[in-house]
């Protein structure tokens, strides 16, 4: 029999959580048991099992008050397989965050819906409620195989995407958890069929090859204690880097003949982002090459890829217990001959790829069979109603109406498909009359190329904001683009609370990465099409001198860009010149010079002047708006009064 606590070779003991794996009883307890006491909150060992059933417990960081008791509240995720959301699913998910959340959905970067703000004593009713309009929550969390990913795009025409959606479902079916606990715990042992398992997937997921499975487990791939950590793959076409494909676990890019007939996979291992400030023996990594399997084959490498996680991934140390900590350690021969155990054959070569382009797919599209698809912008996720911003309201309206399919994209955006041409222009109509920007070319390209994680006032490991501050932020940086002659430039900015790095700031080409109250770690240097991660340039940065940062930078790559017959990008520009030489430019650089109209504003500002914190936080509030910096604003207002005064 295998044991997935066979490794590492150590006596360590196993951490806290691997414990309450092997207590839980395949994941039901303590839940079941607390779901049903009539407290507010459950408890740290349910919280850690609650994760596997798609559920994370918050408090509201804004409401906390001493000496009283957290707001607490919960937060759903769906295991939506490529981003696929049917259109009663949406509109149970937008009547759930109405009646018990609140009041919005947030798409995540995984293809996803979040639901924030859910009261415990409401939790059974909202998991049933999505269980039964042919969704799910288990595995969007915990320590397994998380939402299968893959291109959103319905090019009916093309059938490499077609295989893309078919085996991201086919991949969440072969790992999905075996435990009963689910339907058990959420619909009182109903086990509600959304759609027929394939028979190849159900027969792959019983083969026992070389220790894959479990033989006396409810659990014949996970066993007792699932996965050392979360487990994340997608699948991608040729060409097509939407999902962020040097950033799973596993990812495996559809290889089709030159009839579009499927052949296999070629396949990737051992990305990730996550780390941990401080901590060096933490770091982001780029996926690997691995190999190529054939379409017959794909189940069976997939099982010993998992496997041999399972079973060699660091069970002792979370902060190491990622898969590319194991491809780092081992190295990808070591890793590829165990792999290749598992499977019992050798695993043949990769296949040549042409090079990933970034797709978003925003706007209008033909599917090819007749019907359109429409992509929409979606700023960080979140769909909401806000003043004359009315996109909750416009999407309950569309799919109301029209009974539409959605899926949710890897860059928190969505796209509504199966559209009648004729239907255009109503659907244009009822965003146009919610207040809701449709042509993607009218969206200032920072925003539509960034993401941020909610981050505060609801995620717990949050050192600082990142959803409600990145707008602003990014209002701030076009602004100085302009005053550095570079008033049309554009490039992948992304945003996090904290290191974990959910929105994938470290393959952006400028990351701020959340590292202590109010100040954030910058990141440079991967190119616009995510295929190269960036790295650590600044630590500690304040919000206030994001502006003062970030000019020599531009300055700087406005004067020694390159531009043989294709623009240098930013990120491109900063990995060429290298880190030394911006701290150099930067160090010389004196504030001002390089501004179109340096004027008022040349020389360095030393002076300092105290306000109280009330004053201080409205006026930090009121150039975010503005669209400046603090000391440009206050520059502005000082002079203006000085000026009335004379």
């Known amino acids: 029999m295998v044991s997935s606590l066979n490794s590492p070779a150590t006596t360590s003991k196993p951490s806290k959580v691997e414990v309450l794996k092997e207590n839980s009883d395949f994941l039901r307890e303590p839940v079941a048991s607390e779901l049903l006491e009539d407290t507010t909150h459950f408890s740290g060992d349910a919280i850690q099992i609650l994760k596997f059933h798609g559920s994370y417990q918050q408090d509201n960081r804004d409401n906390r008050k001493k000496g009283e008791e957290k707001d607490y509240q919960m937060m759903l995720r769906t295991r939506s397989p490529g981003g696929f959301i049917p259109p009663e699913l949406y509109l149970a998910l937008d009547n759930l965050s109405e009646t018990y959340g609140n009041h919005t959905l947030r798409t995540t970067t995984r293809q996803g819906f979040q639901i924030h703000g859910i009261l415990k004593k409401n939790l059974k009713t909202v998991i049933s409620t999505i269980v039964k309009n042919m969704g799910s929550t288990l595995g969007a969390c915990g320590d397994l195989n998380r939402n299968v990913m893959a291109p959103a795009a319905p090019y009916k025409t093309k059938p490499e995407y077609q295989y893309a959606w078919e085996y991201a479902n086919r991949i969440a079916d072969l790992l999905t958890p075996q435990t009963g606990a689910y339907y058990e715990i959420w619909l009182d042992g109903e086990k509600v069929i959304s759609a027929e398992e394939a028979p190849e997937v159900k027969a792959a997921r019983n083969q026992n090859i070389n220790g894959t499975n479990f033989t006396d487990k409810e659990e014949p791939i996970y ?161 909401k109603d806000e003043g004359k911003f009315q996109l909750k309201s416009a999407l309950r309206e569309i799919i109301t109406q029209f009974q539409l399919p959605i899926r949710l994209t890897p860059n928190h955006n969505l796209i509504i498909y199966e559209i009648d041409p004729k239907d255009r222009g109503a659907i244009t109509d009822i965003f146009k009359k919610h207040g809701v920007e449709t042509n993607a070319e009218r969206l200032d390209p920072l925003v539509r190329y960034s993401m941020a994680c909610p981050a505060l006032p609801l995620c717990g490991l949050a050192v600082t904001e990142s959803e409600r501050a990145l707008p602003g932020i990014l209002a701030r940086i076009r602004t100085l683009l302009k005053r550095v002659g570079l008033p049309k430039e554009h490039f992948v900015v992304r945003m996090t609370g904290c290191p974990n790095g959910c929105a994938r700031p470290y393959i952006a080409e400028l990351g701020f990465v959340g590292q202590t109250p109010g100040a954030y770690q910058v990141w440079l240097g991967a190119d616009p099409n995510q295929n190269r991660l960036s790295e650590p340039f600044l630590d500690k940065v304040k919000d206030e001198d994001i502006e003062s940062t970030l000019e020599p930078l531009f300055v700087y790559f406005k004067q020694d860009r390159l531009n043989n017959g294709k623009v240098e990008s930013f990120g491109d520009f900063c990995h060429r010149v290298g880190f030394d030489a911006l701290r150099a430019f930067s160090e010389s650089y004196i504030p001002g010079s390089g501004l179109v109209a340096a004027g008022k504003e040349s020389g360095k500002a030393r002076y300092r002047i105290g306000v109280r914190d009330t004053v201080y936080q409205q006026f930090k509030d009121l150039a975010a708006q503005e669209g400046k910096s603090m000391t440009q604003l206050a520059t502005e207002v000082l002079e203006a009064y000085i000026a009335n005064k004379g």
């Open 223 to 383: 066993g007792t204690h699932y996965m050392p950590r979360k487990f994340k793959i997608c699948l991608t076409v040729p060409g097509d880097n939407s999902v962020d494909i040097l950033t799973q676990d596993i990812s495996l890019v559809v290889m089709t003949n030159d009839s579009g007939e499927l052949e296999g996979f070629n396949v990737y291992a051992g990305g990730g982002l996550g780390r941990t400030h401080n901590k060096e023996e933490t770091f982001a990594r780029a996926a690997d090459r691995i190999g190529y399997v054939e379409k017959e084959d794909v189940y069976d490498l997939v099982k010993a890829i998992v496997a041999t996680q399972r079973d060699y991934g660091d069970r002792h140390n979370r902060r190491h217990a990622r898969m590319k900590y194991l491809l780092h350690d081992w190295g990808v021969e070591k890793f590829r001959a165990q792999v290749e155990h598992y499977f019992g054959k050798p695993i043949s070569p990769f296949k040549p790829l042409p090079e990933f382009q970034y797709q978003d797919y925003l706007g209008w599209h033909d599917q090819g069979d007749g019907k359109k698809f429409f992509g929409l912008s979606i700023e960080n996720g979140r769909v």
